[in-house]
């Protein structure tokens, strides 16, 4: 029989249901034995997925006992290492996708629970939202109506996007990197094509000019602040305007890296591919700058974006234009 802790959870699994009763036992059981093993957190996992009956007090139990075994339990402390991240993605989804909403919050939890976490980890769980908004299907999908036509994202979407960006970054000032950018640019390019809302347009519009500042020679501020929501707009006004809205605090926020900064920000991504043990590919220099020129066509947030920088004189200097390109976003 497949007992955690002494609680006999075969029992759960035969009637397929979870009862607030049964989470109180196990919760009990855990008080009294802290200390979770390997074994124990691949049963509980294994017991959400062949239980598709939960008590609302289910969720959070899961969430608690799985971070702690992960950040707690297995060493490093604190971290998620590219090992523990290895074994969390091929318990979550051995077929590249997140089996169920539960599972897909364990991951969020987690990721805003660890100090660090690998780059991989952090895109795999951005692409789990995009794939929903992509393809329309999925756990974060599941009882949304209309949403659930691909190309559509609401807002529940957007914030988790922000939430999955935000814990990857952390405290520091590191910018956004491209494995997340091309991520989003996937997503904006079936949105762009059905219904641009102003939550994603706000979100978009301020990681792509957190990366290309950065490849400007910016220093960055902590996430929380880049990717901050903007104040509500009115969805009538046009698109540029609610962009330049969106991006009216750049000057605050941003500033020309010094040398010593410059140093600084290297250490700290050298610390974090150290602690994570997976290395963060240094980005080519210029290459969100460079597709966008080679771009015949640049979605109309990019156009926006770019026209909002050069204006703003942040920059322009650099030499960035779009060669044969008016700021429409259509070809002149």
Same mark, same amino acid.
Request: charged share 25%; proline share 5%.
């Given at each position: ?14 009637? &397929? #249901? /979870?009862? !607030? =009763?049964? *989470?109180?036992?196990? $919760? ?122 691909? &190309? #559509? /994202?609401? !807002? =529940?979407? *957007?914030?988790?996007? $922000? ?170």
């Amino acid at each position: 029989m497949r007992v955690v802790k002494s609680v006999p959870v075969e029992d759960f699994e035969f009637r &397929g #249901s /979870i009862k !607030d =009763s049964d *989470v109180s036992r196990l $919760r009990r059981a855990f008080a009294e034995d802290p200390h979770i093993h390997e074994t124990e957190a691949e049963t509980l996992l294994r017991l959400n997925r062949s239980c598709p009956i939960q008590a609302p007090s289910w969720n959070g139990f899961l969430i608690d006992a799985i971070a702690d075994y992960l950040l707690n339990h297995s060493g490093p402390e604190g971290y998620i290492t590219s090992e523990k991240s290895r074994w969390l993605v091929g318990k979550l989804a051995s077929d590249g996708w997140i089996a169920n909403r539960t599972e897909f919050d364990l991951l969020v939890a987690i990721l805003g629970r660890a100090r660090w976490f690998p780059l991989s980890l952090a895109t795999f769980a951005l692409a789990q939202v995009a794939g929903a908004v992509v393809h329309g299907f999925g756990p974060l999908r599941l009882g949304q109506g209309p949403l659930q036509m691909p &190309g #559509s /994202i609401g !807002d =529940s979407e *957007v914030v988790l996007m $922000r939430v999955i960006l935000n814990a990857f970054g952390g405290d520091s000032a590191l910018p956004l990197t491209r494995p997340e950018i091309e991520i989003l640019i996937g997503v904006n390019k079936v949105v762009g094509a059905r219904s641009m809302t102003p939550a994603w347009a706000d979100l978009f519009a301020k990681a792509m000019a957190n990366a290309l500042l950065a490849e400007h020679g910016f220093a960055v501020p902590p996430r929380v602040v880049a990717l901050r929501p903007a104040a509500p707009i009115a969805e009538e006004m046009p698109l540029t305007d609610q962009i330049d809205a969106m991006l009216g605090n750049l000057r605050l926020d941003y500033h020309l890296q010094t040398v010593e900064e410059r140093a600084l920000a290297r250490l700290e991504r050298q610390r974090i591919e150290i602690v994570t043990g997976e290395e963060i590919v240094a980005d080519d220099t210029d290459w969100l700058t460079q597709r966008l020129r080679e771009s015949r066509q640049p979605s109309a947030v990019e156009a926006a974006v770019l026209a909002h920088l050069e204006r703003d004189c942040l920059i322009g200097d650099h030499g960035l234009a779009l060669a044969g390109i008016g700021w429409s976003g259509y070809a002149a």
